[in-house]
């Protein structure tokens, strides 16, 4: 579960293209080799890595914005370099290097007005690296927490909404992660542990379109598990929430089934 990636780079090229746009560069530097450990000043340096980024050379990009900061670390161009070099980590798919990037960045510059940038940037990071629900969701974890930091610190930032949209999806994906387990343990007959993660779902993740399949679940396992007023309680709640959706349906359905006791009519 992943964004485009032209997209996520649609948004964060402009940022930094804004954010290089104030340098003032002037021309050349295009016909200087790019060696990473020849001294030079700091503008042409910044400009051969700018050129190198415009035309698509990511790899010899991001070394020289390194090597714009390793000559000269206390110039403002050192600050620009660490963002575009981020970047074009994060540009090349090499998401632990663009993560360190934007690290030092704010370590460095924790107030700077480029800050939320660099916590989108990190956040991206480790949202380009989600993977399906089968496999385990450290790394979907870890960009929930950067989109919830990046939210909380700057709220009104350009980068919010984008933001709250993927923490969505994010959402939605650790929810099915929690269904395909308690799926799992549904089928082998652990019903006590299928309700615990269909309890998650509801608890933690109930604007998700995972919730109504969750209260079928845990109707379906209160069942299994002899309390049927339990597995009312899960279907009624469930109809309130969802009337006319198909789980609730099927919920109705099941509890019509074990009788009139258990059912749902008034």
């Known amino acids: 579960?992943?964004?485009?990636?032209?997209?996520?780079?649609?948004?964060?090229?402009?940022?930094?293209l804004a954010l290089s746009g104030c340098a003032a560069l002037g021309g050349g530097g295009g016909g200087q080799r790019e060696t990473a450990y020849v001294?030079?000043?700091?503008?042409?340096l910044y400009t051969a890595a700018k050129e190198r980024?415009?035309?698509?050379?990511?790899?010899v990009a991001a070394a020289l914005f390194d090597e714009v900061e390793r000559q000269h670390?206390?110039?403002?161009?050192?600050?620009?370099?660490?963002?575009?070099?981020?970047?074009?980590?994060?540009?090349?798919?090499?998401?632990?290097?663009?993560?360190?990037?934007?690290?030092?960045f704010l370590s460095i510059h924790p107030g700077n007005r480029d800050a939320p940038y660099a916590y989108y940037l990190i956040a991206m990071c480790y949202y380009e690296q989600i993977s399906d629900v089968e496999r385990d969701q450290a790394i979907t974890e870890q960009a929930q927490r950067a989109l919830n930091e990046l939210v909380r610190r700057y709220p009104r930032s350009?980068?919010?909404?984008?933001?709250?949209l993927k923490l969505d999806l994010v959402n939605d994906h650790l929810a099915g992660k929690e269904m395909e387990i308690g799926r799992h343990y549904e089928r082998t007959g652990h019903w006590l542990a299928a309700q615990l993660r269909f309890r998650e779902v509801v608890e933690?993740?109930?604007?998700?379109?995972?919730?109504p399949e969750a209260l079928y679940r845990l109707t379906e396992t209160s069942l299994a598990l002899g309390i049927p007023e339990e597995a009312k309680r899960y279907a009624a709640v469930l109809g309130a929430?969802?009337?006319?959706?198909?789980?609730?349906?099927?919920?109705?359905?099941?509890?019509?089934?074990?009788?009139?006791?258990?059912?749902?009519?008034?």
Do not use: C
Request: proline letters at 4%.
């Open 39 to 44: 001294a030079r000043d700091v503008e042409s």
């Open 53 to 59: 980024l415009d035309r698509g050379d990511l790899t």
């Open 241 to 266: 929430n969802y009337p006319g959706n198909e789980w609730y349906e099927k919920a109705y359905e099941l509890i019509e089934d074990h009788g009139p006791e258990v059912g749902l009519g008034g």
């Open 158 to 164: 350009e980068y919010a909404a984008d933001a709250r």
């Open 1 to 16: 579960m992943t964004t485009s990636k032209l997209v996520s780079l649609g948004i964060l090229a402009a940022s930094s």
């Open 204 to 211: 933690n993740f109930q604007t998700t379109s995972h919730t």
């Open 73 to 104: 670390p206390y110039s403002p161009w050192a600050r620009r370099a660490q963002l575009m070099s981020a970047f074009a980590y994060y540009a090349r798919g090499e998401y632990n290097q663009s993560i360190q990037s934007a690290s030092r």
